[in-house]
């Protein structure tokens, strides 16, 4: 018989070991000889049998029960199939829902494999709570310091209902979950989208495509309907307007030199600042951005053309050039060297009427089209999409490379095939194109860098002070690369008054050329003119620990570098605040001035 017998309650006992349908002589009761002796034992009866000389017998059953007998038999099956009912009746399997802490719960129906536990249940590890936190063997509360994602947070402590702000690459749901204020497809990214700096101002486009300009405000350059200069006062940049572009309008690209042009979000370019010559294209010489009242609406778009619009603009130093949606190239402003490409010296946008379908496209040659351009001082190169480079305009500085310093561009005949390619060598194309004021270099297809023009400081990098490309002989093999440093590759080059820049796939940079802040260096030490100060000796600039430059920006007296941790700094020349670090100091001359002590600019 089963041991589990002593669980049963007695009366369960009584009715399964019923052998007879008389009732028992005391009823609710059972007598010691409706039982064997076993069963006494087990169910733990306090009375004991009748003794056997008692008068009183058992009811006789017609047979007696022998132990081993059928009737022993049956009254043991009964038993089992009353223990049987009452084990399916009241044993279950733990569930998530029974009221219970059973299974491998931690608390009441959560924690293991259950669900997650509420705050104050209790946890054996963090994966039992909906918090995430399991502190002292109870869930916690989530908190925005708890080292994990909770409650409301869109990442790690961060985001949401927490006071404090994701970083870039963390997750969010909205704008207001950044530090850059920029939430992209759930990732947040940067703020600083662009930076430009040339000529004594620079400017930046932040998201979601506003702008902000600083340093020189002559001439309305800044845009902001006055002509003070900004960036040099302690509280100047934290308190930098937007510049005003128009309603419901946002910048794509944007471009400083004695003026600022942008391309807006629907294609529109739109130049402000000086416009002597005509190179805000409006069809007069007034300034724009100097005065209330000539910002955003008010300030006419460029015409490009009949259904045009630009993909990128550059501003030079008195003429612009677009870039347009059908790979043609057209070019406003001063003229007098053939800068525009149009086969004369006459200024375009000074007067009504010369813009639009009146203002012709350069002819870059059959079938060809412009993929980049660069503008000098009164000169104009551009890539094209063979790979080749053209340049047209003054020939003083020989930025066309063809031996010679004769203008081009400034005469019928002059452009489209008539016009040369600068040769760079024996099979060698080009993936990129920049000048500085009276020089241009290019990174070639083998990923090697060539530079000619004007070399009276080192800046071609070649190690003298001669000048490349005003005699022959000079280009195409003749031409010697520049050394950048033992496996160094150049990613993007900038030109300077003076001095040139490699920003390099590593992230490094590196420059050369007249001493000055520009180079970065710490010293006005000139470098380039001698083939020892070039190369593996030709130190990088140092702009900070734990920072990766993604875009590079230079114009003739500084240089600004965008971090891939949403932060730009700029070195260089500082007399008008175009730095904009809050004082009128040129960075990058001087020991203890870069690196981590050259500070991030507040935008």
């Known amino acids: 018989m089963r041991k589990l017998l002593f669980t049963l309650p007695l009366v369960t006992l009584l009715a399964a070991c019923s052998s007879t349908d008389e009732p028992s002589s005391t009823p609710g009761s059972v007598d010691a000889g409706d039982l064997p002796d076993t069963a006494l034992a087990e169910a733990g009866a306090d009375s004991a049998p009748t003794d056997a000389g008692a008068d009183t017998a058992p009811t006789d059953t017609g047979a007696d029960v022998v132990p081993g007998d059928a009737g022993e038999d049956a009254f043991e099956a009964s038993v089992d199939a009353a223990v049987d009912t009452t084990d399916t009746a009241e044993v279950k399997p733990p569930a998530c829902d029974d009221g219970l802490k059973n299974g491998d719960e931690t608390d009441v129906d959560c924690g293991g494999t259950c669900s997650k536990c509420v705050d104050t249940k209790v946890c054996s590890g963090a994966s039992d709570c909906s918090s995430g936190v399991c502190t002292d063997g109870h869930c916690a509360k989530p908190q925005c310091v708890d080292g994990v994602k909770n409650g409301t947070e869109t990442d790690i402590d961060c985001g949401g209902s927490c006071g404090s702000t994701c970083a870039l690459a963390m997750s969010c749901a909205a704008d207001a979950d950044c530090r850059s204020g920029r939430c992209n497809a759930g990732v947040c990214a940067r703020h600083i989208l662009a930076v430009s700096s040339a000529n004594l101002h620079a400017c930046a486009i932040l998201y979601p495509g506003k702008v902000k300009c600083w340093g020189r405000g002559a001439e309305g350059r800044l845009g902001y309907g006055d002509t003070n200069s900004r960036g040099g006062g302690s509280t100047d940049m934290a308190t930098l307007p937007f510049v005003d572009l128009g309603t419901g309008r946002t910048a794509k690209s944007i471009s400083t030199n004695g003026h600022t042009c942008a391309v807006l979000d629907n294609g529109w370019v739109k130049c402000w600042g000086g416009n002597l010559h005509g190179q805000l294209g409006l069809g007069d010489v007034a300034f724009r951005g100097d005065n209330a009242g000539e910002m955003g609406d008010a300030l006419p778009a460029v015409a490009l053309g009949t259904g045009r619009t630009a993909k990128s603009v550059l501003a030079g130093e008195n003429h612009s050039c677009a870039l347009l949606d059908d790979g043609s190239l057209k070019c406003w402003g001063f ?162 008054g003076s001095q040139t820049c490699a920003m390099l796939t590593t992230g490094g940079v590196k420059c050369w050329g007249l001493g000055s802040p520009y180079n970065g260096l710490g010293d006005t030490v000139t470098r380039g003119t001698s083939l020892t100060q070039m190369g593996d000796a030709l130190p990088f600039v140092s702009y900070g620990t734990s920072r990766t430059p993604v875009s590079f920006t230079g114009g003739w007296n500084t240089v600004c570098l965008v971090f891939s941790n949403d932060t730009t700094k700029c070195w260089g020349a500082n007399n008008y605040g175009q730095l904009g670090l809050g004082d009128f100091n040129a960075r990058g001359d001087n020991a203890g001035e870069m690196g981590d002590l050259l500070p991030a600019i507040v935008l």
Not at 482 to 489: A, K, M, Q, R, W
């Open 335 to 496: 003229n007098n060297h053939g800068q525009l490409g149009l086969g004369d010296t006459n200024s375009r946008g000074d007067t009504p009427d010369e813009m639009g379908d009146a203002l012709p496209a350069i002819d870059l040659g059959t079938g060809r089209k412009a993929v980049q351009i660069a503008l000098a001082h009164e000169a104009t190169c551009a890539l094209l999409d063979n790979g080749r480079i053209k340049c047209w305009g003054s020939g003083q500085y020989h930025l066309a490379g063809q031996g010679d310093s004769a203008d081009r561009g400034k005469s019928a005949g002059q452009m489209g095939d008539a016009l040369p390619y600068v040769d760079l060598g024996t099979g060698h194309t080009a993936k990129y194109v920049a000048v500085g004021y009276a020089h241009a270099c290019a990174i070639l297809d083998d990923d090697s860098v060539k530079c000619w023009g004007y070399n009276l400081d080192g800046r071609l990098g070649l190690g003298d002070l001669n000048s490349r490309g005003d005699a022959t002989g000079e280009m195409g093999d003749a031409l010697p690369t520049v050394s950048l440093g033992t496996g160094l590759t150049p990613k993007e080059l900038v030109g300077g």
